[in-house]
């Protein structure tokens, strides 16, 4: 095992991949939400406009990449895996941590 | 205009697709399938397709098709005339480049890109050959789909239909069966599974092993067998006859098998060939084809929980699935629910097309650069295939120098004019906008910009075009891609099912120094590509290599690991060490391992002694389970040896299958082992629960105690289940949770110091280890549990995985 400190960062950053916080979504945003949101963060990405290129996550502003909301989409389109960060991202709500 | 390649085993073709349908590309001969097949004669020229086909029965020492069974190998196959030996990607470029000479002439230019299709089971090493063989016949631009996805794609991309789809993809060597899943437009891949043994070639084989037992009762017939490397000619030609028959008997009840001077019997007198075949005789000698793809998709369905009904449509695609016998029986098991309207030859091509539309991969020479168009130059960002009836559109106005931005943009349809927007344009001069679609068609738009004068403004790009049709979810991970830890663990970068592309990078440690400057001195990383948490029981498909490091690097350093892979499978890989600033990209492609016929030989040996071994300890522990998992691998074990003789005989082919059934036997053999020790497993289970729900209970938070109590359930779970993966799963988060509540413990520095000392000879430095440890125990002495703590962790890592574990994990260097 890595040391605490090196899992704990793995951790954070499996974490704050979280397909709600990349897509910018509620945990409780519907299948066309999340397909519609997310073609339109892949196609400001791909326009290089800034406003994409960030989201918000409980320890500070995170960057955003197009494999990112590809993976975010892919995601929440399975049932199963989506409760799962359905579960983690309303545990994230209203969370704020210091950065 | 966008092109689909469905490059096969047996028949490789060409579909386009222009927005609008999809039309096949015929080759010259007019054919809408092109053999895969090349022939080099003794100057070196190069025939393909049917040209070459004809050749492949009568002179097969310079012709060569099914190749594709061997992709990712090292394997050159021979052509003696000419006395060259070609790759199997290097045969396959020369079959798509005869495919984009045929695009070609019926388009009016090269294509540039394209996507090919591969089958769901490829490894990533086979991928990466089929990419290199495009880019060897001249694509600039190649992305993979896998052929089911395709095939699923060509099905459906303008039906209504919502639901579970099943696509029974049964090409010359493999089967693929894909469960797809449409939802509101959406087309996603829920799982597939397959054997990659298992192909319409079989059934040649095995009406080849009828037709030479018919011979053989009436004369004396020489050695006719794959394992006599001088009867390939003749086996040759009598595959080809039975290749034939079979797609006859797929027409008409009853065919004749022809083959004019296939051999001389042992008396000198030419063989001719004509024998009667029925099509229930044909059934028959199927039959365990039959039964064993049947087999696939009930446990496909079973992985997933669902039964045949749950299926609402079946797409056949392959030619052995015109076949009436095979056909009828998988329609049964699904009620007769079929697709219709699909050509199961032509499918996976047509679909590829498809899919190059919705990645945008267009086939079209690129155009002169925007500066030489009058007009402000517009970047337009849209989706050119979707089911969202209400898309997106993104803009962004990239003025020269000199040149001002429009005011407002608005897009207008360019069937009656329908304008969308009137939007104003942000200071970085981008505009988003929703335009609607008419459904099921394609739809073609204009965005207009206006100045602060309300005049239009020109520009240089302001047409596109978008279709409304099925969405296709990126093509997902066909197995979990990780990096294989010291160990033998694995931590797992992208899971199963993964959209590609994808990147993600993970921090590790390395388990022991590298020294400086050294070309020889190299620290691994493996990457592995597989479901287990154990390492080794993973397929090894890349490794980086860490050497030439400018300094020292002490054991435990930092490294950041970044696995990166692109639309079609294309694996990336780099190390960071940022104490030293150095990046290392130096991954090594694994070959899709080959072995000789010796080593092999002595592979097959060992397995059959560990087989024996197993069995004998199945039958002592009286675990059912563990029998069943191993009682069929006797008959995979004579498979292999049969194989072993026809590779013997000069079939590449066989001498593939030989290595894939070994390691498919020793997957199997790793399981029953797993299950054996189940007992010792489910010892320790029995007492970490007993052990560390006392430590969480004392010192754990209450979060950590309630996961915990998760964590017991699922392991309650895994050992009612006898499931082996869950329980090792669940151990390693119970034992993660119990070292988080133990730190907790004010004592547990003291005891982690102590077991340091005791085992300080286990240390890769022993002197270093030690000096720490004596610095560990000063700042204990001096009250300072911040450097009691930090030093201790810097202990740990001259403390490696065991030398077994790191042997068995590739070697990896890291943690």
């Known amino acids: 095992m890595p040391s605490d400190d090196i899992c704990l960062e793995n951790c954070y950053a499996r974490h704050l991949e979280n397909p709600f916080l990349v897509l910018g979504l509620a945990p409780v945003a519907s299948g066309a939400d999340v397909e519609r949101t997310g073609q339109k963060l892949l196609a400001m990405l791909a326009a290089g406009l800034i406003e994409a290129e960030n989201y918000t996550t409980p320890f500070g502003p995170a960057m955003r990449t197009a494999e990112q909301v590809r993976w975010a989409m892919a995601e929440l389109r399975d049932p199963c895996r989506r409760l799962g960060h359905e579960w983690w991202a309303r545990g994230w709500q209203g969370v704020e941590v210091g950065t | 205009m966008f092109i689909g390649i469905d490059l096969g085993t047996s028949n490789s073709s060409l579909a386009v697709f222009d927005g609008d349908s999809v039309v096949m590309v015929p080759s010259s001969l007019g054919e809408n399938l092109t053999p895969s097949v090349v022939r080099m004669d003794a100057r070196g020229a190069i025939v393909t397709g049917r040209k070459a086909f004809r050749f492949l029965e009568s002179d097969p020492g310079n012709t060569w098709g099914e190749f594709k069974r061997i992709m990712g190998t090292g394997e050159r196959l021979p052509f003696a005339a000419a006395g060259q030996a070609l790759l199997p ?179 000198g007198n030419v063989v001719n060939v004509d024998l009667a075949v029925a099509r229930a005789d044909f059934a028959q000698l199927i039959e365990p084809f039959v039964a064993r793809s049947l087999a696939v998709v009930r446990d496909l369905l079973a992985r997933n929980q669902r039964h045949a009904d749950d299926v609402a449509r079946v797409v056949f695609v392959g030619g052995p699935t015109l076949i009436p016998s095979l056909r009828e029986r998988v329609s049964a098991f699904f009620g007769g629910r079929v697709a219709e309207g699909v050509d199961p030859m032509t499918a996976v091509a047509r679909g590829a097309a498809l899919y190059a539309a919705t990645i945008g991969l267009s086939a079209r020479p690129a155009r002169a650069s925007v500066s030489a168009q009058s007009g402000l130059a517009l970047r337009i960002e849209f989706p050119p295939v979707t089911a969202d009836a209400e898309p997106f559109v993104v803009g962004r106005f990239l003025p020269a120098h000199g040149e001002r931005l429009p005011e407002r943009v608005r897009i207008r349809r360019q069937d009656g004019g329908v304008v969308f927007g009137d939007a104003p344009i942000s200071a970085e001069g981008s505009f988003v906008l929703q335009v609607a679609l008419l459904r099921h068609q394609q739809n073609h738009f204009q965005v207009q910009a206006v100045d602060s004068a309300g005049k239009d403004m020109a520009l240089a790009t302001s047409r596109f ?152 300890r199945a039958f002592q522990s ?37 290595h894939r059934l070994l390691l498919e036997i020793n997957t199997a053999l790793d399981d029953a082992e797993a299950m054996l020790e189940w007992p010792d497993l489910d010892r320790e289970a029995h007492a970490c629960s007993l052990y560390y729900t006392q430590m969480v209970a004392q010192w754990g938070t209450p979060a950590e105690q309630q996961l915990f109590d998760q964590v017991l359930q699922s392991a309650a779970d895994a050992r009612r289940g006898r499931n082996v993966v869950d329980l090792e799963r669940a151990l390693q988060a119970m034992r993660s949770l119990c070292k988080a509540s133990y730190w907790r413990n004010p004592q547990s520095l003291l005891g982690e110091m102590d077991w340091l000392s005791a085992h300080v000879t286990e240390a890769t430095d022993v002197a270093r280890a030690q000096q720490l440890i004596d610095k560990a125990r000063l700042a204990h002495q001096q009250g300072d549990p911040i450097a009691f703590k930090a030093t201790l962790a810097e202990v740990w890592q001259h403390f490696p995985s065991s030398r077994e574990d790191q042997h068995k994990s590739f070697g990896s260097g890291i943690r």
């Not at chain 2, 600039?140 to 699923?152: C, G, K, N, R, Y």
């Not at chain 2, 049709?469 to 990126?474: M, T």
């Open chain 2, 89 to 267: 990607e290097e045969l396959s470029a020369k079959v798509l480049a005869s495919l984009l000479a045929d695009a070609h002439d019926a388009l009016g230019f090269m294509p540039r890109a394209a996507v090919i299709s591969t089958p769901a089971l490829f490894e990533l090493p086979q991928n990466h050959a089929t990419l290199r063989a495009g880019k060897l016949a001249g694509l600039s631009d190649v992305a993979l789909i896998q052929e089911p996805i395709a095939s699923a794609i060509a099905a459906g991309w303008r039906a209504e239909h919502e639901g579970l789809w099943l696509v029974f993809d049964l090409g010359g060597g493999t089967l693929d069966v894909s469960l797809l899943e449409t939802q509101d437009g959406r087309l996603r891949v829920v799982d597939h599974s397959g054997d990659n043994f298992l192909g319409g070639k079989d059934m040649d084989n095995v009406l080849v092993d009828w037709a030479v037992g018919e011979l053989r009762r009436e004369r004396t017939l020489p050695k006719l067998d794959r394992e006599n490397p001088a009867s390939r000619r003749a086996l040759c030609k009598l595959k080809a006859a039975c290749e034939q028959t079979k797609i006859e008997l797929s027409r008409q009840a009853c065919a004749t098998l022809s083959v004019s001077e296939l051999c001389d019997d042992e008396s």
């Open chain 2, 465 to 616: 075009a978008i279709v409304h049709g099925v969405s296709v979810a990126d093509p997902p991970l066909s197995r979990s891609v990780g990096v294989a830890c010291a160990d033998d663990s694995t931590q797992v970068y992208f899971a199963k099912g993964t959209p590609l592309p994808a990147r993600r990078t993970f921090v590790h440690q390395t388990v022991r120094g590298v020294a400086a400057h050294s070309e020889d001195d190299v620290l691994a990383v493996p990457v592995v590509q597989g479901e287990s948490v154990r390492a080794h029981r993973n397929r090894l498909v890349g490794m980086l290599q860490i050497r030439g490091v400018k300094q020292d690097l002490p054991a435990g350093t930092r490294i950041e690991v970044t696995l990166q892979l692109d639309r079609s499978g294309q694996l990336h890989t780099r190390a960071d060490v940022p104490a030293l600033g150095q990046t290392f990209e130096d991954i090594a492609h694994v070959l899709v391992p080959t072995a000789s016929l010796d080593t092999a030989e002595k592979e097959i040996h060992k397995t059959n002694q560990r087989t024996d071994e197993i069995r004998r």
């Open chain 2, 622 to 658: 009286g675990m059912a389970a563990a029998v069943s998992a191993i009682e069929e691998l006797p008959v995979a074990l004579a498979e292999a040896e049969r194989n072993l003789s026809a590779a013997r005989g000069g079939d590449v082919d066989a001498s593939q299958k030989v």
